[in-house]
């Protein structure tokens, strides 16, 4: 319970405010001119019991020259302050009924607006409801958050890489980076460029290779002779090229001189040879087999020089490279074929000992030729040549499925292949690995978010669905106390869209109007509610919220001037209200700038534990709370009235702060409290001008009052409008002569 406000410094219109009173009690009655700083005080109370300072520094005086300071004391010796732009600990709940709450939670001018309706939830749902809805709105806002961090990593990740938003943001982000990443993204350039070089790869010649007769095959020609060549024959033929001295190349030039030998004469001596032993020996020697044997010893010896030179080793393995290096850029090849300088060398050598060795065969066709030791230069001319073929052939059917495959339209997803692995090779740099780890846990989190909120969602929708009809009830019976003549119907939480708000219709006589909607041409909210409707449905809604409140013998409950423009007979109800709240609460707070409705809640109220003040404060912002008596200040309010219509009915001039409107609503309730003091006892204080009459004609003509009650009437009729305010400015002559009625009812009374 609040006990003192010690000291408000630089809040609202206050410089400085201190309490010159005695303790707050249970029951606190503050009577405060409008514009003294009531609602300042009611602010300040929400800020603290909201633990929200923006509401103090909203308010921060506009001359102020020092930092805001409050200072109060509570129930039991606490202390609550207010420095250093944030509140110390405040020992207590308050419940603050002022044009804040109104305007925030029920309705703000002539509508009601959306975020009436969200702030409207507790009051339908009480405190369980508000948890709940809180843990909502909680999720929400997080889930909010998350959206927007996503969206950031998402951005910095697809500018980055903008392969990433086609494939998908979070696939890209939750890829696995493979070890092979670096191999990965060379068989993609291979892809690329084989799509890039399809006709080129379909029109390309086959890989060659190097093909040359087999080892077996050439010793085999080495070993060849004929069989059926006599012995003598032969060994005549070699005696005579040996006694001749006739050379390596001697059975050519004796073959090519024996078949120009037509005539049975020498071709060099032009003798006649016919019955020569040693032509006989040629006869048998160079038959027909043996010109078969000696072209097949050419042919292999024509073979392995062509081998060697057309084109030689060198360049043929060098346009064989060539091959192989295109082949390399579009497609993968299992190995890679390759002859050093030393393995050419080597190759040559091969070669070279394979075409001496059938040299010394096609001078001696008939002879055996061996090898010998230069065949292990042989061997590895053909382990050199069998190793490469190998790999080429290995190669070759790469290169063919290349061919197969080739095709220019496989560009497009080749080259979206090959970006997104070097993306994803370039995600293991740290920056974008701290972004893609984010990213990820951001969406797991709002995954995992989206599910808890449906599960609050469902929670809070189960609980609204039994909680709001009983709320509605408490509202309209309320409502039916303060004599309204419209209730509140299809009232019901609404979980659609990012935040929960509450809807309800005003029901007139069967006629619904849903609050929020307003159309120009048809009934609307702002045009069904009278100001006094509007204040009676926000109190209303009020004081169920604060009745249902678990915790209210413990909390402390504020109104600020809680009857605007209503009738008396709310204001009556009004105060009764707040006498019954304030035996539930463990403190009542009420301000009001009208003396008669804090007298009309003191009067009926236990003396012990209600306390009455005055709040003031200067032009220069020096304010105080001081003792008050609400008698006086009738006392005092009536003599003023009086004064403010005789000036008017004597000169037609408003007095000095007064207007014609402020004399119009003044004769009202000074008729009323005139004919309360004329005739003590005799009416009561919620008795209204309109009874008195009636009582007055009851009376008939002994009433001293009687010849006055027509004149009465007509003051009833002419300030009915006004009695609450806002009714129009009022002709100047009528309001002249509806004062001097008046003046001439009380006389010098």
């Not at 020992?91 to 001018?109: A, E, L, M, R, T």
């Not at 030179?309 to 360049?315: E, K, L, R, T, V």
């Not at 007064?658 to 004329?678: K, M």
Request: aromatic residues 8%.
């Amino acid at each position: 319970m609040l006990k003192k406000i010690d000291l408000i410094e630089e809040v609202g219109r206050f410089r400085t405010l201190t309490q010159k009173a005695p303790h707050l009690s249970k029951l606190a009655l503050i009577y405060a001119r409008n514009g003294y700083g009531k609602s300042t005080v009611c602010a300040i109370l929400r800020s603290a019991t909201n633990n929200d300072p923006t509401i103090v520094r909203a308010r921060r005086r506009i001359q102020a020259n020092k930092p805001s300071r409050i200072q109060t004391t509570w129930a039991g010796g606490s202390a609550s302050t207010f420095s250093s732009d944030k509140w110390s600990a405040w020992p207590g709940k308050v419940h603050v009924f002022d044009q804040d709450y109104v305007s925030q939670n029920v309705f703000i001018g002539e509508s009601v607006t959306r975020e009436n309706k969200r702030s409207l939830l507790p009051v339908v749902l009480g405190e369980a409801g508000v948890a709940l809805a809180q843990k909502v709105s909680d999720l929400d806002k997080e889930q909010r958050g998350l959206e927007q961090d996503e969206k950031t990593y998402s951005n910095l990740i697809s500018a980055k890489f903008p392969v990433a938003s086609s494939v998908g943001v979070l696939k890209f982000c939750s890829a696995e980076i493979p070890e092979d990443i670096d191999a990965r993204i060379v068989s993609a350039q291979k892809e690329l460029e084989l799509a890039r070089q399809a006709t080129a790869v379909t029109e390309r010649r086959e890989l060659p290779s190097l093909r040359i007769l087999s080892l077996t095959e050439i010793e085999a020609m080495l070993q060849r002779t004929i069989d059926d060549v006599a012995a003598d024959a032969v060994t005549h033929v070699k005696d005579h090229i040996e006694k001749h001295k006739l050379g390596p190349n001697s059975q050519q030039w004796l073959k090519y001189g024996f078949d120009h030998n037509k005539e049975e004469t020498c071709p060099y001596c032009d003798q006649d040879v016919t019955g020569l032993k040693i032509i006989d020996a040629y006869k048998a020697y160079f038959s027909e087999s043996y010109t078969t044997l000696n072209a097949e010893c050419e042919a292999v010896l024509v073979a392995l020089k062509s081998f060697k030179a057309n084109p030689n080793i060198s360049d043929r393995w060098a346009q064989l490279n060539r091959e192989l290096d295109f082949w390399k850029t579009v497609c993968e090849l299992p190995v890679e074929p390759s002859l050093s300088s030393e393995e050419l060398e080597e190759i040559e050598s091969g070669v070279d000992v394979l075409i001496d060795t059938m040299v010394q065969k096609t001078s001696n066709p008939l002879g055996v030729v061996s090898l010998g030791e230069s065949r292990v230069v042989a061997e590895k001319l053909y382990q050199l040549i069998d190793s490469l073929n190998g790999e080429l052939a290995q190669c070759a059917a790469a290169i063919q499925l290349a061919r197969t495959s080739a095709s220019a339209s496989n560009l497009q997803e080749a080259d979206r292949k090959l970006q997104y692995l070097k993306a994803l090779k370039g995600r293991g740099d740290a920056e974008v690995a701290d972004w893609a780890t984010k990213y990820v846990a951001v969406t797991e989190r709002k995954a995992a978010l989206e599910t808890e909120k449906k599960a609050e969602q469902k929670k809070l929708r189960e609980y609204a669905e039994s909680t709001v009809g009983s709320r509605q009830k408490d509202i309209n019976n309320l409502l039916s106390n303060f004599g309204a003549n419209f209730s509140v119907v299809d009232t019901k939480a609404n979980f659609k869209g990012r935040e929960p708000n509450a809807e309800f219709a005003i029901e007139i006589s069967k006629y619904k109007v849903i609050a929020g909607e307003k159309k120009a041409d048809e009934p609307s909210f702002g045009t069904v509610l009278s100001s006094g409707d509007k204040t009676t449905l926000a109190l209303a809604f009020f004081l169920s919220q604060v009745l249902a409140d678990a915790d209210l013998a413990s909390s402390v409950v504020v109104f600020d001037d809680p009857f605007n423009s209503q009738d008396l007979n709310r204001q009556f109800e009004t105060t009764s209200q707040i006498r019954a709240l304030s035996e539930k609460a463990a403190q009542t707070i009420v301000f009001s700038h009208d003396p008669r409705f804090l007298f009309m809640i003191e009067k009926d109220s236990d003396s012990a534990t209600t306390c009455t003040l005055q709040l003031r404060c200067t032009i220069e912002g020096d304010g105080s709370l001081t003792q008050w008596k609400s008698s006086d200040t009738l006392k005092a309010l009536y003599v003023r009235q009086s004064e403010i219509i005789r000036e008017y009915a004597t000169h037609g001039k408003p007095l000095k702060g007064e207007s014609e409107n402020s004399v119009l609503q003044a004769i009202r309730p000074f008729l009323e409290d005139y004919i309360r003091a004329r005739f003590p006892g005799r009416f009561g204080d919620k008795a209204m001008l309109a009874e008195m009459i009636e009582a007055i004609t009851d009376a008939g003509s002994d009433d001293p009052l009687y010849t006055s009650v027509s004149d009465l009437t007509s003051l009833n009729e002419y300030t009915r409008p006004n009695m609450h305010g806002g009714g129009t400015t009022p002709d100047e002559d009528a309001l002249r002569a509806q004062c001097r009625k008046v003046v001439g009812i009380i006389g010098a009374y």
